[in-house]
């Protein structure tokens, strides 16, 4: 995905798990975070409870990326935290691409088309 996305100009951060994502946040916010459910220290699903308590993080588009086969419960979890859900491997370069861009549509940063 990072290899896409730079390939299509845009600029990428990357962390090793939800909680240096958090702290990278507090330090520069991004204009999208591409989310794997699957992390170490703290899950995906947790990591957004922990985004989506801070108010000026609210908006924050976040696309979820994930090669979990998701339940009904889990799609409830993320409904109104997630702009969308990709199964990994599932999608060409091409709608992965499309997906990021309309994801980043919603915002409304003003920012430009970079993201994490």
Not at 12 to 18: A, F, L, R
Not at 25 to 38: Q, W, Y
Not at 40 to 47: H, Q, V
Request: aromatic share 4%; net charge negative; with cysteine.
């Amino acid at each position: 995905m990072r290899r896409q996305l730079e390939g299509a100009q845009w600029t990428v951060g990357e962390d090793g798990n939800g909680k240096e994502a958090l702290e990278r946040i507090r330090e520069e916010r991004p204009d999208l975070i591409l989310l794997d459910l699957m992390m170490p220290e703290m899950d995906g699903f947790e990591f957004l409870l922990e985004l989506r308590r801070i108010d000026a993080w609210r908006d924050i588009p976040v696309v979820v990326v994930s090669a979990k086969d998701l339940t009904e419960e889990d799609r409830r979890r993320l409904s109104g935290n997630a702009e969308s859900i990709l199964q990994k491997g599932a999608c060409t370069r091409q709608e992965f691409l499309e997906q990021v861009r309309n994801a980043l549509a919603h915002c409304s940063t003003g920012q430009g088309e970079s993201g994490r």
